[in-house]
Protein backbone atom coordinates (compact mmCIF):
# COMPACT_ATOMS: atom_id res chain seq x y z
CA UNK A 1 0.00 0.00 0.00
CA UNK A 2 1.39 3.62 -1.07
CA UNK A 3 -0.40 6.38 0.37
CA UNK A 4 0.52 10.42 0.39
CA UNK A 5 2.07 10.36 -3.31
CA UNK A 6 1.82 12.81 -5.43
CA UNK A 7 0.41 11.26 -8.69
CA UNK A 8 1.61 12.32 -12.02
CA UNK A 9 -0.47 10.53 -14.36
CA UNK A 10 -2.46 7.24 -14.57
CA UNK A 11 -2.62 4.41 -17.07
CA UNK A 12 -4.50 1.25 -17.86
CA UNK A 13 -2.45 -0.94 -19.83
CA UNK A 14 -4.35 -3.55 -21.83
CA UNK A 15 -3.05 -5.93 -19.21
CA UNK A 16 -5.54 -4.59 -16.89
CA UNK A 17 -2.62 -3.53 -14.87
CA UNK A 18 -2.13 0.01 -14.06
CA UNK A 19 0.97 2.39 -14.10
CA UNK A 20 1.07 4.84 -11.95
CA UNK A 21 3.79 7.87 -12.52
CA UNK A 22 4.52 9.66 -9.42
CA UNK A 23 5.48 13.69 -9.78
CA UNK A 24 9.18 12.05 -8.45
CA UNK A 25 9.55 10.59 -12.01
CA UNK A 26 8.97 6.83 -10.57
CA UNK A 27 6.74 4.73 -12.17
CA UNK A 28 4.69 2.01 -9.77
CA UNK A 29 2.42 -0.81 -11.90
CA UNK A 30 -0.52 -2.13 -9.75
CA UNK A 31 -3.38 -5.07 -10.66
CA UNK A 32 -5.77 -3.06 -8.33
CA UNK A 33 -6.21 0.74 -7.42
CA UNK A 34 -8.48 2.22 -5.01
CA UNK A 35 -8.52 6.32 -5.02
CA UNK A 36 -9.68 8.39 -2.75
CA UNK A 37 -9.63 12.05 -3.88
CA UNK A 38 -12.38 13.65 -1.89
CA UNK A 39 -13.29 16.58 -3.94
CA UNK A 40 -9.76 17.00 -5.86
CA UNK A 41 -10.39 17.55 -9.31
CA UNK A 42 -7.48 16.73 -10.92
CA UNK A 43 -7.79 13.18 -9.64
CA UNK A 44 -11.71 13.45 -11.39
CA UNK A 45 -9.92 13.65 -14.67
CA UNK A 46 -7.89 10.39 -13.68
CA UNK A 47 -10.83 8.35 -12.90
CA UNK A 48 -12.76 10.07 -16.70
CA UNK A 49 -9.68 9.02 -18.54
CA UNK A 50 -10.08 5.70 -17.34
CA UNK A 51 -13.62 5.88 -18.55
CA UNK A 52 -15.65 6.40 -15.49
CA UNK A 53 -18.26 8.82 -15.14
CA UNK A 54 -18.33 11.01 -12.16
CA UNK A 55 -21.25 13.15 -11.17
CA UNK A 56 -20.58 16.43 -10.11
CA UNK A 57 -21.09 17.11 -6.10
CA UNK A 58 -24.00 18.93 -4.59
CA UNK A 59 -23.62 20.27 -0.78
CA UNK A 60 -24.97 17.75 1.42
CA UNK A 61 -25.66 17.84 5.20
CA UNK A 62 -27.51 21.29 5.87
CA UNK A 63 -29.90 22.90 7.75
CA UNK A 64 -33.11 24.57 6.48
CA UNK A 65 -33.67 28.11 6.29
CA UNK A 66 -37.03 28.16 7.14
CA UNK A 67 -38.75 32.35 7.14
CA UNK A 68 -42.12 31.28 8.93
CA UNK A 69 -43.60 33.89 12.09
CA UNK A 70 -44.78 30.81 13.31
CA UNK A 71 -41.35 29.69 14.71
CA UNK A 72 -39.73 33.20 15.61
CA UNK A 73 -40.15 32.78 19.48
CA UNK A 74 -39.25 28.94 19.51
CA UNK A 75 -35.56 28.68 18.51
CA UNK A 76 -34.03 26.46 20.91
CA UNK A 77 -36.88 24.17 21.42
CA UNK A 78 -35.91 20.28 20.78
CA UNK A 79 -38.14 17.47 19.73
CA UNK A 80 -37.05 13.98 20.16
CA UNK A 81 -39.08 12.31 17.04
CA UNK A 82 -40.17 14.30 14.44
CA UNK A 83 -40.82 12.88 10.89
CA UNK A 84 -39.83 15.41 8.39
CA UNK A 85 -40.88 15.38 5.16
CA UNK A 86 -40.15 16.88 1.53
CA UNK A 87 -43.08 16.07 -0.01
CA UNK A 88 -42.61 16.97 -3.55
CA UNK A 89 -39.56 14.96 -3.57
CA UNK A 90 -41.23 11.99 -1.87
CA UNK A 91 -38.62 11.95 0.87
CA UNK A 92 -39.41 11.72 4.84
CA UNK A 93 -36.87 10.93 8.02
CA UNK A 94 -37.53 10.59 11.37
CA UNK A 95 -35.58 11.74 14.71
CA UNK A 96 -34.70 14.59 16.57
CA UNK A 97 -35.36 17.95 15.54
CA UNK A 98 -34.16 21.56 16.61
CA UNK A 99 -35.59 24.69 16.27
CA UNK A 100 -33.08 27.56 15.25
CA UNK A 101 -32.96 31.27 14.47
CA UNK A 102 -32.74 30.70 11.26
CA UNK A 103 -35.31 27.48 10.53
CA UNK A 104 -34.96 23.91 11.30
CA UNK A 105 -31.88 21.42 12.13
CA UNK A 106 -31.16 18.55 13.83
CA UNK A 107 -30.01 15.03 12.72
CA UNK A 108 -33.85 14.00 11.01
CA UNK A 109 -33.28 17.50 9.04
CA UNK A 110 -29.31 16.55 8.16
CA UNK A 111 -30.36 12.95 7.08
CA UNK A 112 -33.27 14.27 4.78
CA UNK A 113 -31.28 17.00 3.29
CA UNK A 114 -28.66 14.49 2.32
CA UNK A 115 -30.75 12.16 1.01
CA UNK A 116 -32.85 15.20 -1.33
CA UNK A 117 -29.24 17.25 -1.89
CA UNK A 118 -29.49 16.80 -5.27
CA UNK A 119 -33.59 17.61 -5.91
CA UNK A 120 -32.57 20.68 -3.47
CA UNK A 121 -29.64 21.96 -5.18
CA UNK A 122 -31.39 21.82 -8.48
CA UNK A 123 -34.45 23.87 -7.26
CA UNK A 124 -32.78 26.31 -4.79
CA UNK A 125 -36.10 26.88 -3.25
CA UNK A 126 -39.01 24.86 -1.81
CA UNK A 127 -41.94 25.59 0.03
CA UNK A 128 -42.54 24.17 3.85
Known sequence: M???MEIHSVISESNSNFQIELKTGETLEFNKILFATGSGRKAWNWLDALGHTIVEPVPSLFTFKISDA??????GLAFENVECSLVEFGYSQLGPLLITHWGVSGPSVLKLSAKGARELFE?????F
Not at 70 to 75: G, H, M
Open 2 to 4: KTH
Open 70 to 75: RLENLF
Open 123 to 127: KNTIQ
